[in-house]
């Protein structure tokens, strides 16, 4: 006797009418009009039936924190990031869980069981840090959270910054982190990818770095941040996320940097409903979109990927964990309609 039968179900390649077998927690069979005893039957009733959510670009740590202290007036990135500098000191670990929590029941309530997330590490006593860990324990059951030592207030120039991004990949945080354009310098930005990219060479650590995450098109990181995964030989290690300057730069540049960036295996996350949002607010009309060129970062061979990012939050005050939603808005802002 089967575990569980799920019968006249949609599949995402199309298929209709499929039954799905579980048997000792695996999918057994997917085939057509199967009739077999369960020990429970469930009529999908021609619903899409698919394999979960990822969201491969959260911040968890400042979740479900919108109006804490106050509300970004602005709408910019650089306001959202000073308002969570005025959170932060506010922050009890106990809360902090509470809401992380909260949004991951968000988030198994809308089919996503594996999140990346980023998490400050630019606050000495890393209590983002240790509290993110600990929600990561909670929830191993259930969802698959992934850590990212991000140094908001840049690693190169907040006091202490390199410490405590390595105190936090020591205590068990899966990935390096960067914010490159948040440097004082582009000369700055440049060696603190380099900087990055060599301690997660040294500790065998993945990479995901905030990069270009600003409307200018002299904003280059994604450059150097290819070229030190091929001179690390970190190919298929390493991601950039947001990458939105791309959108203004220059188009010569443009179709010189896109092989670069295949050929170094970086995979790109956009963030549609964020880019679109933060991006384009310093300029009056015609106002640009903010999300990076994601067809032409697909067509030259680049793996491409939308992540959530933010949801009632500094930056952001809408968003429920809905990956759908997140699909919706990219597929329009990109025009891949
Ligand atoms: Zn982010």
Redesign the pocket.
Known sequence: MLDLLITRATLPDGRTGMSIAVQDGRIAEVTEGLAAPARETIDANGMLVAPHFVDP?F?MDATLSYGLPRVNQSGTLLEGIALWGELKPLLKAEALIERALAYCDWAVARGLLAIRT?VDTSDPSLLAVDALLEVKRQVAPYIDLQLVAFPQDGVLRSAGGVDNLKRALDKGVDVVGGIPHFERTMADGAASVKLLMEIAAASGKLVDM?CDESDDPLSRHIETLAFESQRLGLQGRVTG??CTSMHSMDNYYVSKLLPLIAESGVSVIA?PLINITLQGRHDTYPRRRGMTRVPELMAAGVNVAFGH?CVMDPWYGMGSGDMLEVAHMGLHVAQMT
Do not use: A, G, L, V
Request: net charge negative; hydrophobic share 0%.
């Open positions: 670009h911040h980023h905030h996320s947001h963030n990012d």
